[in-house]
């Protein structure tokens, strides 16, 4: 069965370019860019893995972040961040602990920065995936 | 003997007793007073069969001391100061001479008692000892020889008693006299000499003392005593030495002030004019400056103001002529100066705002530069964003031809053409940043520039259902900005504004506000709007890397644009927001930072020397 993957990211071209890539690799993706949707789309979708950017209008990848894993129904589903920005700018598990203020919540399974190298993100996805399963 | 000779001795017999002008009294050994002249009468009132301790002293008996009873027994004529009473009752002094009538044989029957009153004497006696002791300056009198003969109880409290001592060894611990000694001169020409001398008090304390010295008495030529009067003027000359001290304290520390100072006196005549106000001025060292120069210098109607305020008057930047008809930037603050509500002058404090309006020009250059090091570093940030949306294009063009997928080749072609696009918009905003462009100063209405961009923007924000109105303060003073910059930076903000309303959860009652006020001599612009707000890590990333969130629609240049323009004003852009409740930009931009207007001749020479 494909493991299905979502994708939340507010540029409908990364949205396209991630969903086709998956899908040539064996997945089932699904993408959003309008974050209002989100909790809806995971209840359909019930992904395995959600890929999600953190800068988008209105709200953040953090804080959609924070709503999932205070989510008792899908606090388990693995989450890959993925961002523009690099490390020296805050883009790193530190950076993220700091945006998350709250040290009750465990940081994502995953880092991704952009340009997103396809090979990389379908390792990390197996890796994390079958990880999970064990 | 003659007639008159014979007259003479009959009016001595028969008159001379009663003429004297000394009572006379004789009283037998039982103290009886036999017989008594006028004048005696005058003194002590009757005395016929009266006793003479009855009538000298209203005694009933004779006195515990009678000087009378020894001068019968010895026969020795005596004189004593006595205290009585007179004829009134009142109190007298007199001098009495007693003087025995010796017989013969020896028997002393009567005494001859001669009486001179010496109350108004003594009075007066007692009056100058009081003056000599009591007079706030020491006296002494000193003789020939330079010996203390005597000196008052002021003299004695500080010298102790030094009568008969040499006066250069008690005062002045000298073992010969003083070289410059006033008492000296006055032996020898016989005038008044001042002098001044350092002496040594009884407590082994020094103190300087102003002296005078007067010739006290003559004897035919010989002037044998000098009186000595001095006053301790160590107090004197201590307050006047610290008086100096201020005095000059305050003349280098006006003279040293970085800034200049001015003062006129009540006729608005300069008293004041410091170095770093001659520099400001162009003044040369030693020319004095008149009242009329001033004028011309300082706008006389900034006096005016002056000497009309109770307080300080300040122009945190305004222009000032130099002697020499140049003009030159400066703060201008001016003091009415009173004491007790008395005008006394009026100061004036300048400060040269050349070198702190080239530093600040300086300073801005270089936040603009450290502005633009963060651009660079938040540029990565927007142009991964584009290489990943040509990646993908890419990619859909690369696996839509393996797979022969018409669609998905399709789907790539236009993601690479938007892309590029994108990066064709982003490279030219970029530009206009990096390169940016000269600052245009000039006197502008503040609340102007909001309105322009209010009205520009108002059809857009009313076809999405915005409501956007501009309030602003009536009275807001002209100001020198550039007008096109500010009117970027409130396009920006606007834009942004009316984008976060669109972004909200809520399609309708969404507001952007603008506001125009001054608070505290500052120009606020606030754009603020209900729509999503930001949340934290957002709001963290607003002004420390320039980023958007706004996908395909922003280059994350705005607010750093924003940003470049109101520091370059000297002013200051804060943020407040809140997740889904709004968010309020304020660009506060203090008058006394804001560019100088310049005449157009003098902007260009500034633009030469400071690229």
């Known amino acids: 069965m494909y493991k299905s993957i979502l994708i939340i990211d507010d540029e409908p071209d990364i949205c396209k370019y991630l969903m086709a890539a998956l899908e040539d690799n064996g997945f089932t993706g699904t993408s959003i860019s309008d974050h209002q949707l989100f909790m809806s789309k995971i209840q359909s979708v019930q992904p395995d893995l959600i890929i999600l950017d953190i800068m988008m209008p209105g709200r953040s990848g953090i804080s959609l972040y924070k709503d999932l894993r205070n989510n008792s129904a899908y606090n388990d589903v693995a989450v890959i961040f993925m961002s523009g920005m690099s490390p020296e700018n805050d883009f790193s598990p530190e950076g993220i602990r700091n945006f998350l203020q709250d040290e009750s919540i465990p940081l994502s399974e995953g880092f991704l920065e952009k340009p997103v190298q396809i090979p990389e993100l379908i390792q990390m996805i197996n890796t994390i995936l079958s990880k999970e399963s064990l | 003997m003659n007639i008159s000779s014979q007259q003479l001795n009959i009016w001595i017999k028969d008159h001379l007793f009663d003429a004297i002008p000394m009572g006379i009294a004789v009283i037998d050994k039982d103290f009886n007073l036999v017989i008594a002249n006028q004048s005696f009468e005058k003194m002590f009132g009757a005395w016929k069969n009266r006793k003479c301790y009855s009538v000298y002293k209203s005694r009933d008996s004779i006195c515990p001391s009678c000087n009378g009873s020894a001068s019968f027994e010895d026969g020795v004529s005596r004189v004593s100061q006595e205290v009585g009473f007179n004829k009134n009752g009142r109190m007298t002094r007199y001098i009495k001479h007693t003087i025995p009538v010796i017989q013969e044989d020896g028997i002393i029957p009567f005494l001859v008692e001669m009486t001179t009153d010496i109350t108004e004497i003594e009075q007066v006696r007692r009056e100058h000892q009081l003056l000599f002791d009591q007079v706030p300056c020491s006296i002494s009198i000193i003789d020939r020889d330079m010996r203390v003969v005597k000196c008052n109880k002021r003299m004695q409290e500080l010298f102790g008693n030094i009568e008969g001592q040499l006066c250069y060894e008690v005062m002045n611990e000298r073992r010969d006299m003083c070289a410059e000694c006033p008492a000296k001169k006055t032996f020898d020409d016989g005038k008044m000499h001042s002098g001044h001398a350092i002496v040594t008090k009884k407590d082994g304390k020094t103190a300087h003392f102003l002296v005078r010295t007067v010739p006290l008495s003559f004897d035919g030529e010989y002037l044998d005593q000098v009186m000595e009067m001095s006053v301790d003027v160590t107090q004197t000359l201590k307050l006047e030495q610290e008086l100096k001290i201020a005095h000059s304290f305050m003349e280098i520390m006006i003279d040293a002030s970085m800034d200049g100072i001015i003062a006129l006196d009540q006729a608005r005549n ?3 004019f410091n170095k770093a106000a001659r520099a400001i001025f162009n003044v040369p060292e030693h020319h004095r400056v008149t009242k009329n120069e001033l004028n011309d210098m300082i706008p006389e109607e900034f006096t005016e103001k002056v000497s009309s305020e109770i307080t300080h008057v300040s122009l945190p930047e305004t222009t000032i002529k130099t002697l020499d008809g140049q003009s030159r930037p400066v703060r201008l603050i001016g003091t009415n100066l009173r004491v007790d509500n008395n005008f006394m002058g009026i100061a004036f404090s300048i400060q040269d705002l050349r070198e702190l309006k080239r530093l600040e020009k300086e300073k801005l250059e270089s936040e ?7 651009t660079v570093a938040g540029l990565a940030h927007g142009v991964k964003n584009l290489i990943s949306g040509l990646e993908g294009g890419m990619y859909m063009l690369n696996s839509g031809m393996s797979k022969s997928n018409i669609e998905r080749v399709q789907e790539g072609m236009e993601m690479l053409v938007r892309n590029i696009g994108r990066i064709s918009l982003f490279v030219k905003e970029f530009l ?6 000269k600052i245009r100063v000039k006197m502008s209405e503040p609340e102007l520039v909001a309105d322009d961009v209010v009205s520009l923007y108002a059809e857009n924000a009313k076809n999405v259902n915005i409501e956007l109105t501009h ?3 009536n009275d807001i003073a002209p100001a020198p900005m550039d007008y096109e910059g500010m009117h970027e930076c409130l396009t920006n903000l606007v834009g942004n504004a009316i984008d976060a309303c669109r972004f909200s959860d809520k399609d309708s009652g969404r507001h952007v506000w603008v506001r125009t006020f001054e608070k505290n001599r500052a120009i606020v612009y606030e754009v603020e709007d209900d729509g999503c707000g930001m949340d934290y890590e957002v709001k963290k990333k607003v002004f420390t890397n320039f980023f958007t969130t706004k996908g395909l629609g922003g280059t994350g240049l705005g607010l750093l644009t924003t940003q470049k323009i109101v520091q370059e004003h000297g002013g ?22 804001l560019p100088i207007l310049i005449e157009n001749n003098e902007q260009s020479k500034t633009d030469e020397s400071i690229p």
């Open chain 2, 572 to 593: 200051s852009i804060t943020m407040q927001s809140e997740e889904g409740k709004g968010t309020i930009f304020r660009i506060s931009l203090p008058r006394n930072r």
């Open chain 2, 368 to 374: 603009r530069l450290a502005a633009v090091g963060q």
């Open chain 2, 432 to 437: 206009t940043f990096s390169k940016g462009r």
């Open chain 2, 270 to 272: 300069v008293r004041i």
């Open chain 2, 471 to 473: 309030t602003s303060d």
